[in-house]
């Protein structure tokens, strides 16, 4: 009906997306209501660039209420790069104006400026959405298109990262790789000079906001490549543009040079790892964890993934130009993931590490549909036994996965000591039904020793 009304599917996907996040906005934000900041944790210190730079004029953060590591020259240490300040800059100029009329505090941490860093994280993702569903195209139909970013959306632990904790990361990193991913193909096609400057730039951004996300290159790099001669092919290919390639790289390192002299300049050093005592245990990947876990295990909390990875069979005949590069991305990706210290990251809904792969993800899980679609046998009924069960799957899942969103805006699922009793006995629940019930879920958590995580194996370990 939509197709026949001129109505694209795809277009009635991103239209009802960005309906539900206006309309239920209020709901999410409960800081609205009092309770609270959206500026805490992770967002406090991504955000302390923009106040200290703009309205303080003091990059030392001398001024800074924000907890930092103090320096021994007496500097303060921001701990985070500054990628995340430059997405909210636009939003946060707003707010100040907003500010300025309302006559709000002029500190940038009032509620104009919150409303709007918010509202700009919302639009963040929903221009994801546009760019990824402009990639999906060159490769499936209006309507696996419109499936897929419907799942994205709705289906995935992306969904709280837009509305209920927007302000974190991954959300502007969803917009940032399907772009670039869309640029990409762009670039493959006609590697132009204007094309090569997007590309740098995008890249270059998603590397100032989450350093380790760098890894996107390769999927770049290994675009086209099927076999030993299609590598081959693709090294005589950038050989041949080696100067558009040399641009990329120059673009790419003016995003993150201003981080670099901020580095020398406040903390001596032109690279500095200003994550302290914080690190990587490179011979202890959590693999199994960060994928099955009941605390965080994204196939436990994002189970509709599990046909992202099914597809990755799929892709040789529906998407393989991007196949190579995305099994060794994601297997690249998983192992930096699994070594950090906190391989569960802290206070989180879902495996939220890898949200912003999502985009990418979304090809394997479209070849998956499409296999589906338009795989045929012998046996009719078994095709439509498939079809009917593939769409029975999910819906549960998407439900599944508004149900747990909601679970963890009311905290019934714990930020981050869920355990396998924890999370069956709320399972199917959306309150506790007798105060005996709250305290017999409270004293089943597992409480995180984030002291010893920090020290090695044995708190790393999944109890």
Not at 17 to 31: C, R, V
Not at 128 to 153: N, P
Not at 205 to 231: E, H, M, Q, S
Not at 381 to 394: E, F, I, N, P
């Amino acid at each position: 009906m939509a197709e026949r009304s001129g109505i694209k599917p795809s277009v009635l996907v991103l239209l009802f997306a960005i309906i539900f996040s206006l309309s239920t906005y209020e709901y999410w934000q409960t800081w609205k209501r009092g309770q609270g900041s959206p500026f805490v944790w992770d967002v406090e210190m991504y955000y302390s660039y923009l106040p200290a730079a703009l309205l303080q004029h003091d990059l030392s953060f001398s001024q800074s209420k924000v907890p930092m590591q103090v320096m021994p020259n007496g500097n303060k240490n921001p701990k985070y790069t500054c990628g995340m300040a430059v997405m909210y800059a636009p939003f946060f100029l707003m707010g100040h104006k907003i500010a300025i009329n309302q006559h709000s505090p002029l500190d940038g941490w009032s509620e104009p400026y919150a409303t709007m860093i918010h509202f700009g994280s919302i639009f963040y993702v929903l221009l994801g959405l546009f760019f990824l569903r402009k990639v999906l195209l060159r490769f499936y139909t209006e309507s696996i298109t419109a499936v897929l970013l419907f799942v994205a959306f709705f289906g995935t632990n992306l969904l709280y990262y837009t509305l209920r904790e927007g302000e974190y990361s991954h959300g502007y990193l969803f917009c940032l790789v399907s772009a670039f991913l869309l640029m990409t193909i762009k670039w493959h096609k006609e590697p132009k000079v204007s094309n090569s400057i997007l590309v740098g730039f995008l890249i270059g951004l998603i590397t100032l906001i989450r350093p380790t996300d760098c890894l996107f290159f390769i999927v770049f790099v290994l675009y086209g490549v099927r076999d030993k001669a299609t590598f081959k092919a693709q090294m005589q290919f950038f050989l041949l543009h080696k100067w558009k390639l040399a641009l990329i790289f120059l673009f790419g390192f003016l995003m993150v040079l201003p981080q670099i002299i901020f580095w020398k300049v406040f903390m001596g050093s032109f690279f500095f790892f200003s994550y302290s005592n914080e690190g990587f245990f490179w011979g202890d990947p959590r693999i199994l964890e960060v994928l099955f876990s009941y605390r965080k295990g994204w196939l436990v909390y994002t189970p509709i993934m599990v046909f992202s990875l099914i597809g990755i069979f799929f892709m040789k005949k529906y998407v393989s130009e991007f196949r190579f590069g995305l099994v060794v991305f994601f297997v690249l990706n998983l192992y930096v993931i699994s070594c950090w210290w906190c391989w569960w990251y802290g206070g989180s809904f879902g495996m939220r590490a890898l949200v912003e792969s999502y985009p990418l993800m979304m090809l394997p899980f479209g070849a998956f549909l499409q296999s589906v679609v338009s795989g045929s046998s012998r046996i009719v009924w078994l095709d439509h036994l498939k079809k009917y069960g593939v769409t029975v799957c999910l819906m549960c899942f998407v439900c599944l996965n508004m149900i747990q969103t909601y679970q963890c805006r009311v905290s019934m699922i714990h930020y981050d000591s869920m355990n396998k009793d924890a999370y069956w006995q709320i399972f199917d629940k959306f309150e506790f039904h007798t105060p005996e019930d709250q305290e017999r879920y409270y004293k089943s958590l597992t409480k995180i020793d984030y002291d010893a995580a920090m020290k090695g194996a044995d708190g790393r370990r999944d109890y």
